[in-house]
């Protein structure tokens, strides 16, 4: 049997890092002048970088360190879809899964959605924090005097922002032929809320297979086969 688990940010929350919903959530904290909402979008990167980025170093890259819990772990050897750009299935030893919306720890050149590039290391490290403007300038190579990003030139985080869509370098083709595949799916940490765990739903569905859903506060599916466990991720590894 083929099991396919999808991951959300309930999955890391044990390791340190907020969920995106919850009181402190990623997406319930914003900068001085824009929502979450607003931030998390290719158009502010586009029209306005310098705030996207100071957003996006404190309210994630702030996290970079942060270790794998035991759930990640325990997942490392498996068929692994993760919403999360956390990168700790990576640093858990999981070679081949798939961070459908992409990796805290890369970036890729600023290009058109359907371009295909390579994914690069962050030099998170080089940020000083004295003079951060200027330094995520330099890191992301952004023009001082324009203030905006230019085409196949500077850097943009290698993460999919809400004005984004898949693409085959967050690996969709790859992703839905593992649902396509699967004989069961288990959600761990997920509140079914972003586009990747509705795919999910509707290719389990069409092949009328179990999923069994992880979480302590589980939303309800309207489908007959799920089995629902109200337990944390690392609770249900125990079983």
């Known amino acids: 049997?083929?099991?396919?688990?999808?991951?959300?940010?309930?999955?890391?929350?044990?390791?340190g890092i907020p969920t995106f919903r919850g009181?402190?959530?990623?997406?319930?904290?914003?900068?001085?002048?824009?929502?979450?909402?607003?931030?998390?979008?290719?158009?502010?990167?586009?029209?306005?970088?310098?705030e996207f980025l100071k957003w996006y170093y404190h309210r994630f890259a702030s996290y970079r360190h942060h270790g794998p819990n035991v759930v990640h772990h325990w997942l490392r050897d498996k068929n692994l879809i993760t919403q999360n750009i956390d990168g700790l299935?990576?640093?858990?030893?999981?070679k081949d899964y798939i961070a459908i919306h992409g990796r805290l720890d890369q970036m890729t050149l600023y290009h058109p959605q359907d371009q295909h590039v390579e994914t690069l290391p962050t030099p998170w490290d080089e940020v000083d924090?004295?003079?951060?403007?200027?330094?995520?300038?330099?890191?992301?190579?952004?023009?001082?005097?324009?203030?905006?990003?230019?085409?196949?030139?500077?850097?943009?985080?290698?993460?999919?922002?809400?004005?984004e869509?898949?693409?085959?370098?967050?690996?969709?083709?790859?992703?839905?032929?593992?649902m396509y595949n699967a004989d069961k799916m288990i959600f761990m940490?997920?509140?079914?809320?972003?586009?990747?765990?509705q795919m999910a739903l509707r290719a389990a569905i069409s092949k009328q297979i179990n999923i069994e859903i992880v979480d302590p506060n589980p939303i309800k599916i309207d489908y007959a086969?799920?089995?629902?466990?109200?337990?944390?991720?690392?609770?249900?590894i125990q079983l």
């Open 1 to 15: 049997m083929m099991t396919l688990y999808i991951t959300g940010a309930g999955v890391s929350a044990e390791s």
């Open 23 to 50: 009181e402190d959530g990623f997406w319930t904290i914003g900068s001085v002048n824009y929502t979450p909402m607003e931030m998390a979008t290719r158009a502010m990167y586009e029209h306005n970088p310098v």
């Open 89 to 94: 299935d990576a640093k858990a030893g999981n």
């Open 129 to 163: 924090e004295q003079h951060l403007t200027e330094s995520l300038l330099d890191i992301f190579r952004i023009n001082k005097t324009s203030q905006q990003p230019e085409l196949n030139f500077s850097y943009k985080p290698y993460v999919l922002l809400f004005d």
């Open 165 to 178: 869509y898949y693409t085959e370098l967050y690996r969709i083709s790859e992703a839905e032929q593992r």
């Open 189 to 197: 940490g997920t509140s079914f809320s972003v586009n990747i765990t």
């Open 225 to 236: 086969k799920v089995t629902y466990h109200r337990m944390k991720a690392s609770d249900y």
